[in-house]
């Protein structure tokens, strides 16, 4: 799986099994979002990059073929994306190498 994560350029993965969290993966060419849901209905917690401009987006394309736009101060860099994955296989949780911010 990691393997075609790191070679497809636009993806959303949804990876659930600890219990009733979820991560959401979505991906482009260079840069990776994250979600992290604890439970459904959750407003759960997103990828932070604190050295990303807030200003400037950029484009992912959803599975159902819609584009969304996202700042990039939400991307974490594509090569971080396994640990994130590894941390949520492994226990669930969220990757600590990460920075993480509470949706509201």
Same mark, same amino acid.
Request: net charge negative; with cysteine.
């Given at each position: 799986?990691?393997?075609?994560?790191?070679?497809?350029?636009?993806?959303?993965?949804?990876?659930?099994?600890?219990?009733?969290?979820? =991560?959401? #993966? !979505?991906?482009?060419?260079?840069?990776? +979002? =994250?979600?992290? =849901? @604890?439970?459904?209905?959750? *407003?759960?917690?997103?990828?932070?990059?604190? +050295?990303?401009?807030? *200003?400037?987006?950029?484009? +992912? @394309?959803?599975?159902?073929?819609? #584009?969304?736009?996202?700042?990039?101060?939400? =991307?974490?860099?594509? @090569?971080?994306?396994? *640990?994130?994955?590894?941390?949520?296989?492994?226990?669930?949780?969220?990757?600590?190498? !990460?920075?993480?911010?509470?949706?509201?």
């Amino acid at each position: 799986m990691l393997a075609t994560c790191k070679k497809v350029d636009f993806q959303e993965i949804w990876i659930e099994g600890h219990g009733e969290s979820a =991560l959401c #993966v !979505i991906t482009n060419a260079t840069s990776v +979002f =994250l979600m992290y =849901l @604890r439970h459904e209905g959750d *407003s759960g917690f997103r990828s932070n990059n604190v +050295f990303g401009n807030e *200003s400037k987006e950029q484009e +992912f @394309r959803l599975s159902n073929g819609q #584009v969304d736009l996202y700042p990039e101060s939400w =991307l974490i860099d594509k @090569r971080n994306m396994e *640990s994130a994955l590894m941390a949520y296989f492994d226990s669930g949780t969220m990757d600590t190498s !990460i920075d993480w911010v509470k949706e509201d």
